[in-house]
């Protein structure tokens, strides 16, 4: 149970966040207990939706969006976004059980992808300390100035969730994926 109140319903929702819990239902076809428990800030489910979507238009394809996912909830501990990225990664972006343990691991099976996956959690490990050396990494994988921005908003974004879920114990929806271990 978690440690403050999930609406059960998009109607248990406050008014304003009801129709944003909408939209989520027409894209997912269900609602997970994370917007639900968001959901108690329309201005927090506005600006976490708001940011997802831009990202979506963004640069960065699908898959390395999943992959940068998983990473981040691997080195944040968070089974709540372990699961529901494992999920996504699997059904959505098409990702292998290879690439998916690489992905937790911080690496990627993808060459391009890896700079971008080590970058990710070289910014999270770090709490942003990075050095030259590892943004002339991401930069030689062939990322834009513009991309690299992406990926910090994707750590940035998945970070809140992280921390949203681990601190606030979102009951988990997805099938269970536990975190190898926090960094």
């Given at each position: ?69 998983l ?9 709540y ?15 292998d ?66 921390y ?20």
């Amino acid at each position: 149970m978690s440690r403050i109140a999930t609406p059960a319903t998009i109607a248990d929702a406050p008014a304003k966040s009801q129709p944003l819990l909408e939209m989520v239902n027409a894209q997912l076809g269900v609602v997970p207990n994370m917007f639900r428990l968001i959901a108690n800030s329309p201005a927090t489910l506005e600006g976490y939706l708001g940011i997802g979507a831009a990202l979506a238009k963004g640069a960065l394809p699908a898959a390395t969006r999943e992959r940068i996912a998983l990473a981040v909830a691997e080195v944040n501990g968070c089974d709540y976004c372990l699961s529901a990225h494992t999920y996504l990664g699997r059904n959505l972006a098409k990702l292998d059980d290879a690439e998916m343990t690489a992905n937790r691991s911080g690496a990627s099976n993808d060459p391009k992808a890896d700079a971008a996956v080590r970058f990710a959690a070289t910014l999270v490990r770090e709490r942003g300390q990075v050095g030259a050396a590892d943004l002339s990494e991401v930069k030689l994988a062939g990322y834009s100035d513009g991309q690299i921005l992406e990926i910090f908003l994707h750590v940035a974004l998945n970070t809140f969730t992280n921390y949203v879920n681990e601190a606030l114990k979102t009951e988990i929806d997805f099938p269970v994926v536990t975190a190898r271990k926090a960094a």
